[in-house]
């Protein structure tokens, strides 16, 4: 007699092949979705109807089987598989992969998810975030750039909006100073007069001396007075050891004094007190000899110290910036002696600002247990202070070698930039970079090889590195790190909920998000300008829905069948 169990049977058959068809064409859809997971419909035969538990074998006849009669199929569950897809490249290198385990974290109004699709990009707050808006989340970093991992937030990434500056904080000098030159005996001098071969006097006929009032000072060609309150001594043109003085301005007050115009000479050419004479007597700086009113220029020793000065590097301008005249009849009567050379080099402050500093060798004294040179640090940007910096020795001994490499500390004022002052470095002679010798050859050099600090740059690009790191160019030429970008892995990732748009949830079998950095452990390596692609299997799904139709066909032959036999009972019933 046919049987109704049958029916349901079939049906619970024609069931599930319908839901895996479901399944099945949802992966085929998904074929071509950013890191989508291919999904299994897992089937289970239902329980069955226990017609005979089946006998134990007794002495004198065997045992029997039991005899059960199946119910039907239904749904185990479903399964994704969370191998890894093709890596494609994209060259964009907002879009990212993850070769391995792990997840992307995001979030969405509050609430935290988790993506493999690494489809990101900027907003308009330069925010990165996913294709529906979502935002990544990583590890921001402090002031020095360094990555400060433990709180997870936005990532920002200000193209065309960064900029930064640093300060210089070293300097590397390399090259050779010749040992075989002379050593330092005198230094330049340059007189000013007021005609050719006098010096001036005072409006009473007295040679001017050091407390004579400019505005006393008397024109050797009209008697009237050479200078007038309100007008500027410019000086412009003038040399040292061959490069020009920075320009340079006096403003005469009522009571400016000849020694206020001698410490400006000083200051403007870089000439410092060395608190001791020269080797030929003479004392480095300015001065005015009250017996003839002639002022002399004494320069300081080595032949990169020599100061020149010609009778229009000086000039008398007034209120409205016209020239008025030139006072002073200059003569360069000798230069300065001693092996010596100059070396320029541009570094930076807080702000980028671009701060020239120059450093000046020259041969002091050698025996036969080497040779002893003293440094000089000049700066034009040293504000409100003069060029001259500081000074120093330092010692070679007899084969060339520096005998202490102590880091000279170089300090400029950067008074009324904004910047951070003094511009503090330290300025090394032998290091890692390269070494000052001082060994006999023709002529000195040295020049910086390298320097650290930078201008100021704003962020052009940036690139994403296989453990997460994001690290920006500056068009500067600088690198520095922006954030990280950590990833999540689960205990069992099958236990993860599916929230669509490529997004999944803790789920309760999943288990707790830890944070990893990308290539450490278990977790995966980011590859940056790169998409993971579906890991459907086209093959196997078209197998499966061949398999899927046929159980379908198959099922519903079986209801068509019992149908027939129900209606041959109904038959024989009339």
Do not use: C
Request: charged share 15%; hydrophobic share 35%; net charge negative.
């Amino acid at each position: 007699m046919a049987s109704t169990t049958a029916f349901y049977t079939a049906l619970s058959g024609m069931t599930v092949h319908a839901r895996k068809l479901d399944v099945i064409g949802n992966n085929i859809a998904n074929v071509n979705t950013t890191a989508y997971k291919q999904t299994r419909l897992n089937l289970e035969n239902r329980f069955s109807r226990d017609l005979s538990p089946g006998t134990a074998p007794l002495d004198t006849m065997g045992g029997t089987n039991p005899y059960q009669v199946g119910l039907g199929v239904g749904i185990s569950g479903t399964q994704k598989k969370f191998t890894v897809g093709t890596i494609s490249p994209t060259g964009n290198p907002r879009d990212l992969a993850i070769d391995g385990d792990g997840f992307f974290i995001v979030e969405r109004d509050g609430d935290r998810f988790y993506t493999r699709n690494g489809a990101f990009a900027l907003d308009a707050d330069a925010t990165l975030v996913t294709v529906n808006g979502e935002t990544v989340q990583g590890y921001g970093v402090d002031s020095d750039y360094n990555v400060v991992e433990g709180t997870l937030g936005e990532i920002s990434i200000p193209l065309g909006e960064l900029q930064i500056a640093e300060a210089t904080e070293e300097v590397d000098l390399a090259g050779n100073l010749n040992a075989g030159g002379d050593e330092a005996s005198a230094g330049s001098v340059t007189r000013l007069l007021a005609t050719s071969t006098t010096g001036y006097k005072d409006l009473s006929g007295d040679f001017a001396t050091s407390s004579t009032k400019l505005t006393s000072l008397a024109d050797p060609n009209t008697g009237a007075a050479l200078f007038t309150a309100g007008q500027t001594i410019r000086l412009d043109g003038a040399t040292r050891g061959g490069a020009t003085v920075p320009t340079a301005e006096l403003t005469v007050g009522a009571g400016t004094k000849v020694s206020d115009f001698l410490s400006f000479l000083n200051t403007s050419l870089g000439i410092h007190d060395t608190s001791t004479a020269n080797p030929d007597g003479s004392f480095p700086g300015a001065t005015i000899d009250s017996a003839t009113g002639v002022i002399t220029v004494v320069g300081n020793t080595g032949t990169a110290a020599t100061i020149e000065i010609d009778e229009s590097d000086i000039k008398t301008i007034d209120s409205d910036g016209a020239l008025v005249d030139l006072p002073f009849v200059t003569s360069n009567d000798s230069a300065s002696v001693g092996e010596s050379d100059r070396s320029g080099m541009i570094v930076y402050d807080s702000l980028g600002n671009s701060v020239e500093v120059s450093v000046v060798f020259t041969l002091v004294s050698k025996d036969t247990t080497g040779t002893t040179w003293r440094y000089d640090l000049f700066s034009p940007d040293n504000e409100g202070s003069g060029q001259y910096l500081s000074s120093g020795t330092v010692q070679f001994d007899s084969i060339g070698e520096l005998v202490t490499n102590d880091p000279i500390s170089v300090s400029v004022s950067r008074s009324g930039t904004g910047a951070t002052s003094p511009l503090t470095f330290t300025m090394l002679l032998s290091g890692t970079n390269g070494r000052m010798t001082a060994l006999t050859d023709t002529p000195s050099r040295f020049s910086p090889v390298f320097r650290d600090g930078v201008p100021t740059g704003t962020l052009e690009q940036f690139a994403v590195n296989d453990d997460g790191t994001i690290v920006g160019a500056f068009d500067n030429g600088v690198t520095r790190t922006l954030g990280q970008i950590p990833v999540a892995r689960f205990i069992n990732n099958l236990g993860l909920l599916d929230r669509g748009g490529s997004l999944f949830s803790e789920g309760v079998n999943s288990g707790s998000a830890s944070i990893e950095i990308p290539g450490e452990g278990a977790a995966g390596p980011l590859v940056s300008g790169a998409l993971e692609l579906s890991n459907v299997d086209l093959g196997q799904e078209f197998i499966d829905l061949i398999l899927t139709s046929t159980g379908y066909s198959a099922s519903s032959r079986v209801i068509q069948t019992t149908d027939q036999l129900m209606q041959q009972l109904l038959v024989i019933g009339r």
